[in-house]
């Protein structure tokens, strides 16, 4: 069955302070992999989008990484802001042949920025 | 100013009845879907279309009814039949559907609440 998991499931951390999202995933086949934030009450907005060949991929202080050999990504936010606080989910793509691309969505992590 | 749009942002509805929520691209995309996000579960996929006229069922059909009778325009009915409708419905659309890279956009959602 084609899952992706996300840790933590949650985090605080202070305005400035760096963390770092993991994300593991099990579909197969693999065709790209994508992060996205999630504002309460709104809809995903992309960050990052990543094929088999790509390992890194940065969007401003936002960096993704990705190991195709273990299935894993990670997401790093560097001197984070308050607006920075939202959920991040992860999402696999599989592609079907003659059907559209399926997505796997992971549960997101809420992540809080704090003064 | 282009961009995906779904109507209402909020609707209650009464046990028994079925509503209908509205989804609109002016992105010229070919592929549009409708997911369910539940409070600590990944976005789940209801029904996709790939172009007019046609479109598949996802996971989670049971219950719900979509038409694609414009290319700008994904309707979903939330019938009677679907046992437990309150959550947070997100629209989306892609370029192309068998395109393997390609970006998915969301609308903001709209929270249904059966009262």
């Known amino acids: 069955k084609n899952q992706v998991e996300q840790s933590p499931q949650s985090l605080i951390i202070l305005e400035g302070k760096n963390c770092t999202l993991q994300?593991?995933?099990?579909?197969?086949?693999?065709?790209?992999l994508r992060w996205y934030k999630q504002d309460t009450g709104r809809g995903p907005v992309s960050l990052t989008i990543m094929t088999f060949s790509e390992n890194t991929k940065s969007n401003g202080r936002y960096t993704a990484t990705l190991d195709a050999d273990t299935k894993q990504s990670s997401l790093h936010i560097t001197a984070s802001q308050l607006s920075d606080s939202a959920s991040y989910i992860c999402v696999v793509s599989t592609i079907n042949t003659g059907t559209a691309s399926k997505l796997t969505f992971g549960t997101g992590t809420r992540l809080q920025v704090t003064l | 100013d282009g961009g995906i749009t779904q109507s209402p942002k909020y609707l209650f509805r009464k046990e028994g009845q079925n509503v209908t929520l509205s989804c609109e691209q002016n992105?010229?995309?070919?592929?549009m879907y409708w997911y369910r996000q539940d409070p600590g579960q990944g976005l789940r996929l209801i029904y996709y279309?790939?172009?007019?006229?046609?479109?598949q069922k996802g996971d989670i059909a049971e219950g719900y009814s979509v038409s694609r009778e414009k290319k700008e325009s994904f309707p979903l009915t939330v019938t009677s039949a679907q046992k437990n409708p309150t959550a947070f419905y997100l629209c989306a659309s892609s370029p192309f559907a068998g395109a393997s890279a390609t970006e998915a956009f969301f609308g903001q959602g709209t929270r249904l609440t059966v009262v």
């Open positions: 992105l010229n995309h070919d592929a």
């Open positions: 279309s790939q172009i007019v006229n046609d479109f």
């Open positions: 994300c593991n995933y099990t579909v197969s086949p693999f065709s790209n």
